[in-house]
């Protein structure tokens, strides 16, 4: 049909199946890998990476009314469960209506939960569910104190999928924000949250 | 066991000491050498360079020649590599052969399960894995076992023994900047050992490595790890 | 109606200007930028080999994830055609992109659309591929690259050198130069720590971050069953780019796509540990089209071919569609340490940019890349989806245009070796006609070596002797016994 308008579109996937017309066989994905951990104290194992990664790590949800203690202005999302406040002597902001980011950026700090956390690779991960809020919340102000249960870490990241909805807009922490970008060094700190503090609670670790 | 010797086109021309010692190695541990005189060469340098036409014809005389042997021994990883990872896709015939060939250290420890080949040799040597040895044929410490039985010697650990030296066939002509600074870096760990020999599995990366070396009167010599098999004191 | 419409070649800057040894030749004589490249390959090969040496079922990782690329290789055209379908139905808009230009023009027409005359942009391969930052320009459009090593790059009016860390070529005094020289807001007495450099870095962002409208990206991964774009970064100017302007343009290459979401739990896994040596990176974001009340409103997916049909279209070279950019070959490559990455005259450096420029553009287009390398392997050995790079450099050398001469020499080799007589002669032909040479430079400096020979031996002579045959070849020995 000359004359045809070929959509940009249309032209490619010819152009990939034409490339694909040696007819490449069927692939059978080998899947050995371990996906479920088997070290012992997980919770002790996210403690390590976590630190390793420069975050501070506190035991017990008794550790709270501290750390709170120095935070004047307190952003929060808006399902944060009230014992967490207990005690939070600033100023508590919920997000709602949403804060702009002018106002996340004059926060001192973020207070939230998670949805799991990988010990093997100490990674905490938001999926805006319960006590998370949504992405700009835990980025903008310079510090991130982050509630952690012990039955929310598992041993490895194929674990963490399983709980994960894959169309949630979803966030993975591993430590403060760091680079490597200067002689391949790493140092923290550049334009995510530069403290990263974790509250873990109940677990062998902690109360 | 019959075993055939496929001393490669640069050994044949340049390094015949090398083929006279796993010559020497061989029969000291009792068996039997054929050199078929109908051998060339292993067509790595006109494959590896982009000439794979050219190079088929000496991929076919090889499995002409060398099929009806149990073993064939190889002077040369880099040799030994080609004819084993590349023969049996240019040439599927190759692949019965090409599995029966082995370099040097293969044949020794894995063949014939021997690592003292009675040899006698009172020198600091260092060791260069070169690459395709490592990475290809996964020789290991094979070189390195068989070396530590050698009376008198002294071996002296490489600084990034794995790194290429910069020779790459071609690449040092097609690359000579690149090559050089390579070879450079390679020349000044090999003198920060303080050997007085610089051994290898390879005499094509020996001969970049020595010709450096010599270019800058190290006063080290460099020697294919079979000639130290093979030295028994007296004769060296 | 159905006729088969050709594979096509690339554009943008993924060509050699000059020819790699040409290009080369600067950079190893530069003994500032070999010590900084020396410096920093070493140090994060060490970190590298740490990580992954405590992983039980590395193998295992790079196995799975060798296959899933090369299934995603198999069903493109349907994974594509799915993910499409996917982002679309969680509220992204798709575009093709057949090359750089028709991309960049989708991008400029976009982020005109929302009258924003600046963009906010998160490190990419494909927009540096692309040249986006200069299609931009050219529509009055200010680019602002966010990543620290992209911004060292910008401001200092240079191009990328390495895929993971573009400004891998400076040291920290000369970033702090170019910080100096090109930041208004910067102190005066700025120091060259690297947390000084990163804290000038967010300084110099914040705002922009804050008053953004129209963010460029581009995904290390999309998921054909959900529709998901993952952005895998460190510093945080990622998830400002992905979370804060309210359109979110991304550029992705055809060949990032994995079939599901659980693909993830492999290559999250390979990514962090074999790029800068970490067990993870700081941040990962993901997100699927439009999530109502977080994140831009506006999202857009630009899916670019440029090439990459031809390079699906060789079965051989086919695996370098597999490549994550995780840099991990560069780091350990010898040719790479010295050379650098400018050499390689294309946004894709090192053993990879050897195999991948040249299929994108055409072989002839980039005939000096192929042999841009010694076979070593060591970049085989590092790749976490374990592309055979070795296998494919040499595969291209057999389409790269030969030079006259080495066509002529490689023939006649050929001719000669290929018959058991004629090399016998050959052999003894070279033994003679050395012999009395040999003795002589043998008596003169007791080597049967030469030192200098003319072109093109000279290449050889510069920097090594070069031996003379035996007195004796070996079959004339054996011929003796």
Redesign the interface.
């Known amino acids: 049909?000359v004359g045809e308008a070929v959509?940009?579109?249309d032209?490619?996937?010819?152009?990939?199946?034409?490339?694909?017309?040696?007819d490449?066989?069927?692939?059978?994905?080998?899947?050995?890998?371990?996906?479920v951990g088997d070290r012992p104290d997980p919770v002790a194992i996210l403690v390590d990476?976590l630190e390793?990664?420069r975050a501070v790590v506190h035991h017990g949800i008794g550790a709270l009314p501290g750390l709170l203690a120095e935070v004047g202005r307190l952003a929060v999302p808006v399902d944060v469960p009230a014992d967490w406040l207990a005690g939070c002597p600033g100023q508590v902001y919920r997000d709602a209506p949403?804060l702009s980011?002018?106002d996340l950026?004059a926060m001192d700090a973020v207070l939230t939960g998670c949805a799991v956390a990988?010990a093997?690779?100490?990674?905490i991960i938001l999926d805006?569910g319960p006590a998370q809020g949504?992405?700009?919340l835990t980025?903008?102000p310079d510090r991130h104190i982050c509630v952690v249960r012990a039955d929310q870490v598992v041993g490895l990241?194929?674990e963490a999928?399983t709980r994960?909805d894959?169309?949630?807009?979803?966030?993975?922490?591993?430590?403060?924000?760091?680079?490597?970008?200067?002689?391949?060094?790493?140092?923290?700190?550049?334009?995510?949250?530069r403290r990263l503090e974790i509250v873990l609670v109940g677990g062998t670790s902690g109360a | 066991m019959r075993i055939a010797l496929f001393i490669t086109c640069v050994n044949d021309v340049a390094y015949p000491a090398t083929g006279i010692a796993v010559t020497r190695i061989l029969r000291r541990l009792g068996h039997i050498v054929d050199f078929p005189t109908r051998q060339t060469c292993c067509g790595q340098m006109h494959a590896n360079t982009g000439y794979r036409a050219e190079a088929m014809p000496m991929v076919r005389n090889y499995v002409d020649v060398f099929d009806g042997y149990d073993a064939v021994v190889v002077p040369s990883g880099s040799c030994t590599a080609m004819i084993r990872d590349q023969y049996p896709r240019l040439h599927p015939p190759a692949a019965s052969v090409a599995a029966r060939t082995y370099e040097l250290s293969e044949l020794l420890v894995d063949v014939l399960g021997v690592t003292d080949v009675g040899a006698d040799f009172p020198e600091t040597v260092t060791y260069h894995p070169t690459c395709h040895g490592l990475r290809m044929l996964r020789l290991g410490d094979r070189p390195l076992r068989l070396l530590r039985q050698v009376r008198g010697i002294r071996l002296v650990e490489l600084a990034d023994a794995e790194e290429c030296c910069g020779f790459g066939g071609t690449f040092a002509l097609k690359n000579p900047d690149v090559s050089t600074a390579m070879l450079t870096d390679k020349c000044a760990r090999v003198g920060e050992t303080g050997a007085q020999v610089l051994a290898a599995a390879d005499n094509s990366c020996l001969a970049h490595i020595g010709g450096g070396l010599d270019r800058h009167r190290s006063g080290v010599r460099a020697v294919h790890y079979a000639e130290i098999l093979a030295a028994t004191g007296a004769a060296s | 109606m159905n006729r088969p419409v050709a594979p096509a070649t690339g554009g943008g800057r993924i060509r050699t200007r000059l020819p790699f040894p040409t290009a080369a030749r600067p950079a190893v004589a530069d003994t500032q930028l070999r010590a900084n490249l020396h410096r920093a390959t070493r140090t994060i090969r060490g970190k590298r080999a740490r990580v992954v040496d405590e992983v039980p079922d590395w193998e295992a990782l790079r196995d799975a994830g060798s296959a899933i690329k090369a299934d995603v290789q198999r069903r493109l055209p349907e994974l594509l055609e799915q993910f499409e379908a996917s982002a679309t139905a969680a509220g992204a808009t798709v575009h093709w992109a057949r090359d750089a230009a028709e991309a960049c023009r989708i991008v400029v027409e976009l982020t005109r659309a929302t009258g924003a005359d600046e963009v906010v942009k998160v490190k990419s391969m494909a927009t540096q591929e692309i040249e986006l930052n200069e299609a931009l320009e050219a529509a009055g459009i200010a680019a602002y690259e966010t990543d620290l090593a992209e911004l060292i790059v910008q401001l200092g009016d240079d191009t990328p050198s390495h895929i993971l860390v573009p400004a891998i070529h400076y040291n920290r005094a000369q970033i702090r130069e170019i910080f100096q020289r090109r930041m208004p807001d910067v102190p005066a007495d700025l120091s060259d720590e690297p947390s000084a450099l990163a804290e000038a870095a967010r300084a110099h962002l914040r705002r922009r971050f804050l008053s953004a409208r129209v963010a460029v990206s581009g995904a290390n991964f999309a998921i054909a069953d959900t529709g998901t774009l993952v952005v895998v970064e460190s510093e945080g100017n990622g998830r400002m780019c992905l979370t804060l302007p309210e359109t979110l343009i991304s550029v992705v290459g055809v060949e990032k796509l994995l079939p599901t979401f659980t693909d993830l739990e492999v290559f999250l896994q390979l990514l962090p540990r074999s790029s800068t040596g970490e067990r993870m990176n700081p941040y990962t974001s993901m997100w699927t089209g439009v999530t109502p009340g977080d994140g831009p409103q506006d999202v857009h997916v630009v899916l670019v071919d440029n090439g990459r049909s031809a390079v699906l279209a060789d079965p051989v070279g086919r695996p370098a569609l597999s490549c994550i950019r995780c840099s991990a070959c560069l780091n350990v490559c010898p040719v790479y340490e010295r050379a650098g990455g400018h050499a390689y005259g294309s946004v894709y450096p090192g053993p990879i940019g050897a195999i991948l420029s040249p299929q994108l553009t055409g072989v002839a287009d980039n005939a000096s890349l192929p042999y841009a390398s010694t076979l070593c392997g060591a970049c085989y050995d590092v790749c976490p989806v374990k592309i055979n790079i070795p296998e494919i450099l040499v595969h291209l050398r057999q389409q790269a245009p030969h030079p006259l001469a080495e066509r002529a020499t490689m023939g006649v080799l050929s001719w000669v070796m290929r018959s058991p007589r004629r090399w016998a002669a050959a052999l003894r032909l070279a033994r003679a006609g050395a012999g009395p040479l040999g003795a002589y430079r043998q008596r003169r400096t007791g080597a049967r070596t030469l030192r200098r020979l003319p072109w093109p031996a000279s290449a050889w002579t510069r920097s090594r002797d070069l031996p003379l045959p035996a007195p004796q070849t070996f079959r004339e020995w054996w011929g003796k016994q």
């Open positions: 049909m959509t940009a579109r032209e490619i996937l010819a152009r990939l199946r034409t490339a694909l017309a040696d490449p066989p069927p692939v059978e994905v080998p899947r050995r890998y371990r996906r990476r390793d990664y949403p980011p002018a950026d990988v093997e690779t100490g990674t805006a949504r992405r700009a980025l903008v990241l194929p999928l994960l894959p169309r949630a807009a979803q966030t993975w922490i591993s430590g403060p924000s760091a680079t490597s970008d200067i002689e391949l060094n790493r140092v923290e700190g550049v334009h995510g949250p």
